[in-house]
Structures are given as C-alpha cells and as structure tokens.
C-alpha cells in the first residue's frame, strides 16, 4: 500500500544547495497522489530555508547538512522555536552525501531528528519522513553508531584546530580523496565541476601544510575521517 492510499499526508520542505539535487528529490517522492508527501518549500541556503519553513510551517524538513550560511546546524539553531511548538512542531531529518560522524552528531544534537544518506531509495526516504512526521528517530543503519557512542560519553570531542581551518566543502572533499575517489568521482557526487574540486584539494593541501593526496590520505587516515 503506498502511503497515500494508507491516507497518510506529510507537508515537507525541501533543503539542499544543489537544485539538481531538489529537483531529483522532488521527483522522486513528491508525487503527492502516490507516496502522500507534499513538498511545500525549497531553499539553497541557510537564510532562505529559514524564511520558507518560517512561512510554510511544514512538519518535515529534509535538511542537508552543508549549506551556504552556516550549514544545517544554523537553520536548526534559528528554527528552534518551530521545533519545540508543542501544537505544530516542525520536524527535521538530515540528507546529506556526509556520512562522517561529527556532521552526525552536529546535526543531532541540534534538535534534528534523522539523519540519512543520499543513498537512500525513494522509497525509504519516504518512509523516513512519515516516521520523522510522528515522531520516531530514524538513522541509516551504520549511523545509528555514531550517535550512541557521542550521547554515551560525556566527554566533550577534542578540538582540532588543524581540521577546523577547512570548511564543510573542504572536508567532503578531503574524505572522498582519502578514500580514493578520482576527481571526476567526486565532481559528479558533489555537483560541483573538475576544476572546482581541484580548486579545494589545492586549498586542503596549503591550509594542512601537505604537499600531495598520498599525504592528506595519512592525514585522514590518523584522524579517523575515512
């Protein structure tokens, strides 16, 4: 039964600064008929996304977790008064490329929900909203782990001030060459071009003081970022 027939209705905003990426999404699960999800908002950045669930007060959002603005934990900072309304809470669930754990437990611990993958099928992505909509907490499997072992410690994670000279942009990018993607690997997963991904690595390597991939590789590898 799909979720429509089942009479189930979800209103969802959708946030990621990818349109392509919007779109596809859009088209996949927002076939109100079919699967009972309503897209109701998108935005590309941090500010727009907080004027349009502002405006649209939807029960869901899917929030990625790298944004123009300040990322996903800064539209949940500025929606935390939407997502303690005791009569119509606005709920999020993270959709992001990232499966590290600190972008987990970022978002997490800023009031989301969820938090998936964009490997995730149309089909479960529209279950994990329903789910998200009536409460449930909802990860992709392997991430479940990361926010067990951050909430079972009460030992604040050491500060990395050489890591914290990257953006968000920045560190996906260190992952994915850490973990052997070929440059055009990871434009095609990041929808960014070629050169712009060689624009990143470039700045990695100069901000970390390393002088090739072999040696970032290391780098990451020590740190547990792979």
Not at 27 to 55: H, L, N, W, Y
Request: aromatic share 4%; glycine share 8%; charged share 25%.
């Amino acid at each position: 039964m799909t979720a429509a027939g089942s009479g189930r209705h979800v209103r969802v905003v959708l946030v990621d600064d990818h349109r392509m990426f919007r779109t596809g999404v859009q088209a996949e699960i927002g076939e109100t008929d079919r699967t009972g999800v309503e897209v109701v908002g998108e935005a590309p950045d941090v500010d727009q996304a907080v004027s349009v669930i502002t405006s649209t007060r939807p029960e869901v959002v899917l929030l990625d977790v790298h944004l123009p603005g300040g990322g996903g934990v800064e539209v949940l900072r500025r929606c935390s008064a939407l997502m303690a309304d005791a009569e119509q809470p606005v709920r999020f669930l993270a959709l992001s490329v990232s499966d590290a754990a600190e972008d987990v437990i970022g978002v997490i611990r800023g009031g989301a929900r969820g938090y998936v993958t964009k490997t995730i099928t149309g089909s479960d992505l529209v279950n994990s909203i329903f789910r998200v909509q009536e409460g449930d907490a909802v990860f992709s499997p392997r991430l479940a782990g990361f926010v067990l072992d951050a909430f079972a410690s009460t030992d604040a994670p050491p500060v990395d001030e050489d890591l914290d000279r990257l953006t968000q942009r920045e560190r996906e990018v260190l992952r994915l060459i850490a973990r052997g993607y070929a440059y055009k690997e990871i434009a095609k997963q990041l929808y960014i071009s070629v050169k712009t991904v060689e624009s990143h690595v470039s700045a990695v390597l100069r901000k970390l003081q390393l002088s090739n991939r072999h040696e970032l590789t290391r780098w990451a590898t020590a740190r547990r970022l792979v």
